[in-house]
């Protein structure tokens, strides 16, 4: 059974840090591509930073580089992120993705998402 158990969220004042982290159980994680997405009320699902397999490259959204940062532990099967300097529109639900393609067939998982609510 795919899991995908993400914790971390909570309330924060503006200018703080949260680290969410994502326990992922019944795939070969180090095969998957991770991503982070979040979801405000009313607004879409966005990527905020992605990490391949290998843990070589990352991705960030415009809006939060240089100050979050994803990384991966493969041998724990857990992908975090670390969310600094923390602004109110960075409140949203912060969802888990694990994403595989083969032969041009996808194969993605979603965890339960934590909320992140940054506010005084």
């Known amino acids: 059974q795919v899991q995908l158990v993400e914790s971390g969220g909570g309330l924060v004042q503006p200018g703080g840090s949260l680290r969410l982290s994502c326990a992922a159980s019944g795939f070969t994680f180090s095969s998957y591509a991770m991503n982070w997405y979040r979801q405000a009320p009313g607004k879409e699902r966005e990527l905020v930073a992605g990490i391949t397999s290998g843990a070589g490259s990352t991705d960030y959204a415009d809006s939060v580089k240089g100050r979050f940062t994803i990384s991966r532990d493969n041998a724990k099967n857990t992908v975090t992120l670390q969310m600094n300097s923390l602004k109110a529109e960075d409140t949203a639900v912060y969802f888990c993705?694990?994403?595989?393609?083969?032969?041009?067939?996808?194969?993605?998982?979603w965890g339960q998402g934590t909320q992140v609510t940054v506010s005084s």
């Open positions: 993705n694990a994403r595989r393609v083969v032969r041009d067939l996808a194969y993605v998982y």
